[in-house]
């Protein structure tokens, strides 16, 4: 698989929107500074995705590496470190993995976290038994999404945690409501994605063959809706949801 037009076009408006135009709202809302009732609710949401990525993980994980890709600043990468993990986090935004690396408190024990700025599928980052991708492909269209997967089961042990935006109503609603905003205060948008368009993907592609999909659990908190979905190549103890 190689880098589309359109993953070219879209990594650097994601760039622009979070190392530019909202780098200080994303601060505030990584951090425990007081936000508005709509910002709170996103806050929630995505502590609530975050707890739900992390339960999917190893309890214990020393020895084992771990890509965070589209580490905004870092919260996730620390947790998993806590647990031993080594772990690589990146993002395309400089500014916000500045912040992730003035944030982070030392890691007692074996885990450990390499903050890096850059692509998340750059094969240069290494080999990993596990990636977690928290609300970065959410801004791609699916083909785009499934080739980024690809491009990351190449270096990828055991399983990949990502989120997608679910095709909602809400969601839709919501999509329009941010479209009444000044352009200037848009985020790149977010393309949402029927469950079983991108479980489909994902089992055509020929880079993912042996991966399936598995677990999945949806978030929806006020202005904050997505939906975490396990690609694995451990067979699953039950059948997966979308056979079901």
Avoid at 165 to 178: D, F
Avoid at 197 to 210: F, K, Q, T
Wanted: one cysteine or more; hydrophobic letters at 45%.
């Amino acid at each position: 698989m190689s880098h589309t037009i359109s993953y070219r076009e879209r990594l650097g408006a994601i760039e622009t929107y979070f190392d530019r135009t909202a780098v200080h709202a994303w601060a505030a809302l990584t951090s425990d500074a007081p936000v508005g009732r709509i910002r709170a609710t996103v806050r929630a949401g995505r502590e609530e995705m975050r707890r739900t990525l992390l339960s999917w993980l190893p309890d214990d994980m020393t020895g084992l590496r771990l890509l965070d890709a589209g580490c905004g600043t870092g919260a996730l990468a620390v947790e998993a470190a806590h647990r031993g993990a080594e772990v690589v986090a990146v993002d395309i935004a400089p500014n916000l993995i500045q912040l992730a690396r003035e944030r982070t408190p030392r890691i007692p024990g074996p885990g450990s976290v390499d903050f890096r700025v850059g692509d998340m599928i750059d094969p240069a980052l290494g080999t990993f038994d596990y990636v977690v991708s928290m609300d970065a492909l959410i801004h791609y269209a699916p083909g785009d999404a499934v080739s980024a997967l690809a491009r990351l089961a190449e270096n990828t042990r055991r399983s990949m945690l990502v989120t997608f935006a679910p095709r909602t109503p809400a969601l839709a609603a919501m999509h329009t409501l941010g479209k009444l905003f000044p352009r200037s205060d848009r985020s790149p948008a977010i393309i949402p994605v029927a469950q079983q368009r991108l479980v489909d993907g994902i089992a055509r592609e020929p880079g993912l063959v042996g991966w399936q999909a598995a677990r999945t659990y949806r978030v929806s908190r006020g202005f904050y809706i997505s939906q975490g979905l396990e690609v694995t190549t451990q067979p699953p103890a039950t059948s997966p949801w979308w056979a079901q």
